[in-house]
Nanobody
Framework: QVQLVESGGGLAQPGESLRLSCAASRVTFSYYAMSWYRQAPGKQRELVAS???????NYGDSVKGRFTISRDNAKNTVYLQMNSLKPEDTAVYYC????????????WGQGTQVTVSS
């Protein structure tokens, strides 16, 4: 069973930075595209950023230019560097692993809370 463990969430003031990490275990990491999603209270879960095994990235419009996703295949870890945080970035952030080689499988972490408030 694939395990995804997120860390790095917490409280930040507007304009500050946080870095989230997601460590994957029991997985052939290179088989998976990795993503970060977030869900704010009363809203649908939305894609924040994704990175393929080869390093191609994609970002949600609301975080472009502020957030950076990266992965370390040697450590089976994906990161989300969040800069210039805004109150509207407040949400639970979830790590997602999507296997890109058959069988196509999807795994989620337990989520980590990010709160941006002055």
């Amino acid at each position: 069973q694939v395990q995804l463990v997120e860390s790095g969430g917490g409280l930040a003031q507007p304009g500050e930075s946080l870095r989230l990490s997601c460590a994957a275990s029991r997985v052939t990491f290179s088989y998976y595209a990795m993503s970060w999603y977030r869900q704010a209270p009363g809203k649908q879960r939305e894609l924040v950023a994704s990175v393929t095994s080869s390093g191609n990235t994609n970002y949600g419009d609301s975080v472009k230019g502020r957030f950076t996703i990266s992965r370390d295949n040697a450590k089976n870890t994906v990161y989300l560097q969040m800069n210039s945080l805004k109150p509207e970035d407040t949400a639970v952030y979830y790590c997602n692993a999507r296997r890109t080689i058959a069988p196509i499988l999807n795994y989620w972490g337990q989520g980590t809370q990010v709160t941006v408030s002055s």
